[in-house]
């Protein structure tokens, strides 16, 4: 903010400390326990801090709107820096999400959990067990559902590209909404199950504990749930996202673990 002095820095600080510890603490509620408060509440602080150092009066959005997107964007950013979701993990989500797309041409339905394993050639056991350890890459995609293999300069960092200065620009926020309209179509193809664990997580931001109590299921068949569902969704978008490539007679580029350097 151009003009203020420290001290209105520092207020605008104690001011917000409150919302961005609330935000900490919603997004701690549903990520792994490795994954410490403290750490989350500290990104969150310098993405106040960098809200208020750039933020400028005249712009439309309002602060606090404005500040939001920004800590919560910085948590993100910093989760994702760390690398926390092991690359194994991401390689092994790959792996389903290209499975689950190849039945789905081929059987012309959203194929069965069995049916996936089997696809796999994975015990039904191993393949709930990747799910389980998928859950971080479930929450922090599902923002930007699309091919990871892009790199840091393709659609794969949607927040980080819609939620800073740019997001009046007609070009993104009309990719913004071709995206949401595209999540929007592929989760009503999911399973009703898949459908109403995504609704409780994401609309009604209920944890996996608070969800299981819901359903009558456990905490990690809720988790396994989740995972299902983005890999699902994500098997739809990077199945379109081929279509769209062959179409421009651009074959999409293969499986990340065809591609060494890739980042996830």
């Known amino acids: 903010m151009a003009g203020k002095t420290t001290r209105d820095v520092n207020q605008l600080v104690q001011h917000y400390a409150p919302m961005v510890k609330r935000m900490a603490m919603q997004l701690a509620a549903r990520l792994p326990a490795n994954i410490m408060l403290d750490d989350l509440i500290q990104y969150g ?3 106040l801090l960098e809200a208020i150092e750039r933020y400028e009066v005249q712009d439309d959005a309002q602060f606090e709107t ?17 690398d926390w979701v092991p690359r194994s993990v991401r390689q092994a989500m790959r792996e389903v999400e290209a499975a689950i797309e190849r039945l789905t041409h081929q059987l012309g339905r959203q194929p069965s959990d069995a049916e996936v394993a089997d696809a796999l050639g994975w015990s039904l056991e191993d393949y709930f067990a990747t ?20 790199g840091r300069s393709g659609a794969a960092h949607f927040l980080e590209r819609h939620l800073g200065d740019d997001s009046a620009n007609p070009e993104a926020l009309a990719e913004r909404r071709e995206l949401q309209s595209r999540i929007a179509h592929a989760i009503t193809q999911l399973p ?24 009558e299921v456990s905490e990690s068949r809720v988790s396994q749930i989740l995972s299902s569902a983005i890999a699902r969704i994500r098997a739809q978008l990077l199945g379109q996202s081929a279509a769209a490539g062959k179409r421009r007679g651009r074959p999409r580029k293969q499986a990340a673990k065809d591609d060494p350097g890739a980042s996830g």
Do not use: F, P, W
């Open 131 to 150: 799910l389980s350890a998928a859950q971080g890459h479930a929450v922090l995609y599902y923002d930007d559902l699309i091919d990871e293999d892009q």
């Open 45 to 47: 602080m310098m993405g």
């Open 66 to 82: 404005y500040a939001v997107a920004r800590v919560r964007g910085a948590m993100l950013d910093a989760l994702r820096g760390n």
């Open 192 to 215: 009703e199950r898949e459908q109403t664990v995504l609704a409780l997580y994401y609309e009604h931001e209920l944890n996996l504990k608070e969800i299981g109590a819901v359903l």
